[in-house]
Structure formats: C-alpha cells, structure tokens
Nanobody, 126 residues
C-alpha cells in the first residue's frame, strides 16, 4: 500500500533551519504531485508548499514564501522541504501529501491530495 513517511522535524530556535523529508513507497512517485501542509491544535490543516510531478513548478503559502523551498528527487521517491529563517509561528505538525496527476497541475487544497503521511513535529522556540 501507499506509505508516506516524514522525517527531519525537531526543536529549533528562531532563525534556525530544518530540512524535512518525505519518503514515498507503494506508488509510482513520478506520477504524483507532492505537497506539504501543516497543522496546529484547534486549526485546520494549512497549505505550505507543493511541487509538480517533474519539479517544473512550485507553489508556496504566503507565510512561507522566500523562506521555504520544496524539492523532490524522483530517483529516491522523496520530497523535501527546506525551511530557513524559522519563526515561532512555524511551529506545527508538518504533513506530506501525494496527489495522482496526469498533468503538471499543482494542488493547494487538502482535498486535492490522495494520500497523507502521519506528520512530523516542528517546534520553533523564540
């Protein structure tokens, strides 16, 4: 079955960097657009970043533009989220998601995605 496993979360200080990874299995990775979302207690899961099947296009949430970078390695079935200049408000559980695509379209809504990982906690202290 399809599995998405996030890693790389942790506790850091404001201004630090982290790189999240999401390893995918059970699917043909290059057929899937990939995304990152995040969620804090009591709030809905929010879009962070997404990348098209061939890495030709990316999109970012307004709060992370210029600080976060999404990338993927189709040979390793892995998508990454490089997070720089972290802020306390970036504290959340970060989820990886996969969306089957027959085009390079990128989804920014939760309902655009077919599979989800279990999440990794990122905590940024001030």
């Amino acid at each position: 079955q399809v599995q998405l496993v996030e890693s790389g979360g942790g506790l850091v200080q404001a201004g630090d960097s982290l790189r999240l990874s999401c390893a995918a299995s059970g699917l043909t990775f290059s057929n899937y657009g990939m995304g990152w979302f995040r969620q804090t207690p009591g709030k809905e899961r929010a879009f962070v970043a997404a990348i098209s099947r061939s890495s030709g296009d990316t999109k970012y949430g307004d709060s992370v533009k210029g600080r976060f970078t999404i990338s993927r390695d189709n040979a390793k079935n892995t998508v990454y989220l490089q997070m720089n200049s972290l802020k306390p408000e970036d504290t959340a559980v970060y989820y990886c998601a996969a969306a089957f695509r027959t085009s390079q379209r990128i989804g920014v809504r939760r309902e655009d995605y077919d599979y989800w990982g279990r999440g990794t906690q990122v905590t940024v202290s001030s």
